[in-house]
Every structure is written in C-alpha cells, then in structure tokens.
T-cell receptor, first 111, second 112 residues
Framework: EAQVTQNPRYLITVTGKKLTVTCSQNMNHEYMSWYRQDPGLGLRQIYYSMNVEVTDKGDVPEGYKVSRKEKRNFPLILESPSPNQTSLYFC??????????FGPGTRLTVT | AQSVSQHNHHVILSEAASLELGCNYSYGGTVNLFWYVQYPGQHLQLLLKYFSGDPLVKGIKGFEAEFIKSKFSFNLRKPSVQWSDTAEYFCAVKGGYNKLIFGAGTRLAVHP
C-alpha cells in the first residue's frame, strides 16, 4: 500500500529537549515536505527536499532542521523545542504531478 | 506572494443541504488547484484537483469544484451533504517547486 508514515504520532516534551520526528514514504517520490498545521492558519511549509541531499527552507523554517540521506526518509529535527512549536505536523511526498500525499500527522506538545 | 483565501471558517448544515465553500487565490499565471479534506483525527486526503482542461472538476465522494479564471476562484460544491462529510476542508494552490500554499481551512459540521 502506498503510504507516508510518521513517528511518533503523539509527543509531549519539555523546552530544550532535542527531538526527531521521522517520516518515510514507499512511493519512490523525489519530493518530500514538512508542514505544520495551526488553527486558523491552515498548513504552512517548514522545509522541503527535492531529492537526496537537496533541502531548502519553506515559509516557517526557524527552529527546525531536516536531512535527506535516503530517498524514502525525511526526518524533522527540533534541536531545542520551544512552546511556540506546539503544533500538528504533517510530512508529505509527491511525484511528478504535484499531488501531495500526507502522513497521518504528529501532534507535538512542548511544555 | 501567492495566497489562498477561504471565505468561511465555520459552516453548519443539516443533512441533505447543498454545500458551497469559497476559495480565491492570488496568482495570475497557470495554476494548479486542489481541495483536500481532513476528517477528525485523520490526515489530509485529496478530494479533487485542477490542472487544465474542463473547469468543472469532479472528485471523490460526490464533490465537485469549478475553476473560474476571471474570478480567481475554485469553489467546492456538493449537492447534498451527509453527516459523514463533517470535516475540515482546505483549498490549496501549487506554489513553487511542488509546494502547496493552503488556505486557512473551513470547518464543516453536518447535523443529522
């Protein structure tokens, strides 16, 4: 089954404790992206990757890092999480036709 | 900068009522437009998309949308909603390389 998976689905952490949210896709897509979803703001792109070792900032990259060492994986790293990063995070991938396939989401709470 | 505006943040309907959700985008060139749906506690799923051709696009679950270039609009419609259509709906336009720019979303509640 074609899918995008994310782990963990729920995470509660404290300010400053580094964390990683994993994302993996099995569709051999070149393009992957991270979004955060906040009430009243829709989804905003954090980072994207056009292929292995090629990443770039989206609209709200501050406080986040990403890496793309393999085509299927695109982890999101929060080196020092802060409460304003409490949000719902979605990973997405797409192939040639721009349609993005979304993962199930990770609900992060930073206290 | 490109942007997407969804006019209604919350819509409440009774079952069998007709639905129209507004979406306007700001971009004068060739557009690729999408409607996604997010059911409670789930991830976003594609309802329909417009790339070119017939401006009336039919999607899954009985939804359709009409692209009106002169109005920069891509409104979503369904003739008769069901309780199971309760969800949040997002309009999006393709921005840069494979980037989607989303509207703020419309929460639809359908009462039996």
């Amino acid at each position: 089954e074609a899918q995008v998976t994310q782990n963990p689905r729920y995470l509660i952490t404290v300010t400053g404790k580094k964390l990683t949210v994993t994302c993996s896709q099995n569709m051999n897509h070149e393009y992957m992206s991270w979004y955060r979803q906040d009430p009243g703001l829709g989804l905003r792109q954090i980072y994207y990757s056009m292929n292995v070792e090629v990443t770039d900032k989206g609209d709200v990259p501050e406080g986040y890092k990403v890496s793309r060492k393999e085509k299927r994986n695109f982890p999101l790293i929060l080196e020092s999480p802060s409460p304003n990063q409490t949000s719902l995070y979605f990973c997405a991938s797409s192939g040639d036709h721009y349609e993005q396939y979304f993962g199930p989401g990770t609900r992060l709470t930073v206290t | 900068a490109q942007s997407v505006s969804q006019h209604n943040h919350h819509v409440i309907l009774s079952e069998a009522a007709s639905l129209e959700l507004g979406c306007n985008y700001s971009y004068g060139g060739t557009v690729n437009l999408f409607w996604y749906v997010q059911y409670p506690g789930q991830h976003l799923q594609l309802l329909l998309k417009y790339f070119s051709g017939d401006p009336l696009v039919k999607g899954i679950k009985g939804f359709e949308a009409e692209f009106i270039k002169s109005k920069f609009s891509f409104n979503l419609r369904k003739p008769s909603v069901q309780w199971s259509d309760t969800a949040e709906y997002f309009c999006a336009v393709k921005g840069g390389y494979n980037k989607l720019i989303f509207g703020a979303g419309t929460r639809l509640a359908v009462h039996p």
